[in-house]
């Protein structure tokens, strides 16, 4: 699969295609921006509200009552675990060259990987997760996942249209080609039959999308409960 662009054409008379390097496209960007700050601000506005409004930060209660405590501390872990996903997302870059690729970004080991490491490439067309809601649509041409898996089944990485574009995935499967990787083409699938052909091809939160929706419900539904219960309004 050829891209055409004037470099692409350039390293075609030269005999090689240059370093391509992919990232974030600005709607992941605000995105990403968006959702933290609805999972930090807005979905834990009881919490904010009751901590500044009875000014608690002066309670004494706060350093020696765990339980009195407890509210604040989740509120801190929620605010650090969503800017750390944050940070990840949109610092992500991919590199990718006749020789491999390179993954790295903020709060992640860069990963730098050869094609002779690699078994072979899943481009999966269309995943059914279900009922699943998508917080970022892919283009019509992109393939739902494009997985990178190493010789023992293992996976690499995962190219994803909605977080690298879908040239990622084209210039992925590109010189995954020229490597003689072996890549497989799936046109439609559901988690679970690729499971079973690919057992670690997904992720968990990629397995079971609802379940992560409901365990996150529950977290700041009870989060919300506590600290009315806690600290009141």
Request: a negative charge.
């Amino acid at each position: 699969m050829v891209i055409s662009t004037p470099d692409a054409a350039r390293s075609a008379h030269e005999g090689d295609l240059p370093t391509r390097t992919y990232g974030p496209p600005a709607s992941v960007v605000i995105g990403s921006l968006v959702v933290g700050f609805v999972f930090v601000v807005v979905l834990e506005f009881l919490v904010i509200i009751s901590f500044v409004g009875q000014r608690l930060w002066t309670d004494p209660a706060l350093k020696e009552d765990f339980l009195f405590t407890l509210p604040l501390l989740l509120w801190v872990v929620v605010a650090v675990s969503v800017t750390v996903t944050v940070l990840r997302v949109i610092t992500s870059w991919l590199q990718i060259h006749e020789r491999g690729f390179e993954l790295r970004s903020l709060f992640r080991r860069t990963r730098t990987v050869s094609w002779d490491e690699v078994g072979q490439v899943i481009a999966a067309r269309d995943i059914d997760r279900g009922t699943a809601p998508e917080v970022l649509d892919a283009p019509e041409t992109a393939y739902d996942g494009v997985y990178v898996m190493d010789r023992q089944g293992r996976r690499i990485l995962a190219v994803s249209s909605r977080f690298f574009g879908h040239r990622a995935q084209e210039m992925t499967l590109q010189r995954a080609r020229e490597a003689g990787v072996s890549i497989v083409h799936i046109d439609a699938i559901t988690p679970a039959e690729l499971m079973r052909q690919a057992p670690e091809a997904m992720s968990f939160v990629d397995r079971h999308p609802n379940l992560l929706l409901l365990l996150l419900l529950a977290f700041y539904v009870g989060h919300n409960v506590l600290t009315f219960a806690v600290w009141g309004l």
